[in-house]
């Protein structure tokens, strides 16, 4: 039978209202600086912008190549398999093995995403029903609070700060809360905090998911973004990560492919699985070349080398300038940004619009990603070490 609406809408205003999934979602904070920027551009003012997690850098030739070769195989043309090609998914566990000693099944553990955002976005609906809660770190990617909004769950938030190296409390959340708690959402390296996890953490947080009979979801974005030599901890290499666990990972910070969306799952069966058939309802995959391109970048780790070294540049550059002109902040271990202080008493909000209006610096106030961000700005590491130190110029004038 077909399906019928309960009730069809019978004023045009009706039918433009935003479905109420929509309308609960938190406020856009950039709007007013959006704008502020858009009309300081518009009149010629030269902005360097320091506030985007997208990289600048060209996505690497051998993966150019990989989609050209990718494009002109014409079983690429048809719908790609929901769950990613086999050769795709043996790339990504290939690569866990490499990295992280952790030997997956490409059938049953693993998952080729849209980018990784989809995956995050979608997890909720095969596991989340209304009315239970979802554990979402704060500061956080926003990702996490709409997908569990839209599920119709209540999101709680852990606040990420700084006398606790920006992990969550987990032994602070009411029982009450814990009870009705069906995932939890923990993100490391982090943005926006630049915080990364110890193995302490991952193995109080996967015994937290075991006692509350929860998911663990680890969003690994920047897992390759690490400096100093120290890859930061996986949750499927601790023991018992994969009782309860599934990790997000992403190629589009690690390779400079965020226009390209591709990233993978991996994870116990029971709950990559449950992803796949939310998928197979939702999406028809990742367009074969693209996971050709995928498989280029994967089996090939040594273009993360100068990647990572540049942002390296960038990040001594901005930490050393910052120092220099009385602006201390702590280096971050891994991501490509610096989470930084508001140096005077100003909100983060007001204190980005300073900067941007007076030195045309744009940077993104902490409270862009929950009210735990305030007395923060983030910094992107996203422009060149030249651009950097021009910035530091600027603000040497104005603090
Ligand atoms: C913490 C975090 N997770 C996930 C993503 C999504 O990345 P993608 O969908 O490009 O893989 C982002 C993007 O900015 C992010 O910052």
């Known amino acids: 039978m077909c399906y019928k609406p309960s009730a069809a809408p019978t004023e045009t205003a009706d039918l433009m ?6 309308q609960q979602l938190p406020p856009y904070v950039f709007a007013e600086l959006d704008r502020k920027k858009g009309a300081l551009q518009a009149a010629g003012m030269d902005l360097i912008d320091l506030s985007i997690g997208d990289p600048d850098q060209p996505t690497p030739p051998p993966i150019l190549a990989a989609l050209a070769r990718g494009a002109a195989d014409r079983t690429n043309h048809r719908y790609p398999p ?17 990295h992280y000693a952790v030997t997956l099944d490409p059938d049953r553990e693993c998952l080729a995403l849209i980018g990784s955002k989809e995956g995050i976005a979608h997890l909720p609906w095969a596991f989340v029903n209304p009315g239970e809660v979802v554990l979402v770190p704060s500061p956080g990617y926003p990702v996490y609070t709409s997908g569990a909004l839209f599920v119709g769950a209540t999101p709680h938030l852990l606040p990420l700060r700084a006398d606790r190296g920006f992990l969550p409390d987990l032994a602070a959340i009411p029982a009450e809360v814990a009870r ?15 915080a990364v996890a110890t193995r302490e953490f991952f193995a109080e947080a996967i015994l937290f998911a075991k006692r509350h009979n929860l998911i663990l979801a680890h969003d690994t974005a920047y897992a390759e973004i690490f400096y100093d030599g120290e890859r930061p901890v996986s949750l499927l290499q601790c023991p018992g990560g994969m009782d309860v666990g599934i990790e997000f990972h992403s190629l589009s910070k690690t390779f400079n492919m965020t226009g390209w969306r591709i990233g993978f799952a991996v994870g116990n069966p029971a709950i990559v ?5 939310m998928k197979t309802n939702l999406d028809s995959g990742v367009f074969g070349a693209v996971q050709t391109a995928g498989i280029a970048a994967l089996t090939a780790p040594e273009l993360v080398q100068p990647i990572r070294a540049s942002y390296q540049r960038r990040r001594d550059c901005l930490v050393a300038g910052l120092s220099r002109i009385g602006w201390p902040v702590t280096a971050p271990k891994a991501t490509f940004y610096v989470w930084a202080q508001v140096p005077n008493r100003m909100s983060s909000a007001e204190f980005a619009t300073l900067l941007l209006e007076r030195a045309g610096v744009v940077i993104t106030p902490g409270t862009g990603f929950g009210a735990e961000g305030e007395g923060y700005v983030r910094f992107a590491l996203t422009a060149t070490k030249e651009r950097i130190s021009e910035a530091i110029d600027r603000l040497r004038e104005l603090l």
């Open 82 to 98: 929901y769950a990613g090609t086999r050769n795709f998914r043996e790339a990504a566990c290939g690569w866990m093995e490499r």
């Open 17 to 22: 209202q935003l479905a109420t999934r929509l």
């Open 180 to 194: 009705k708690a069906k995932l939890l959402w923990i993100n490391y390296p982090n943005n926006p905090t630049a």
């Open 273 to 277: 699985q449950g992803l796949a058939k």
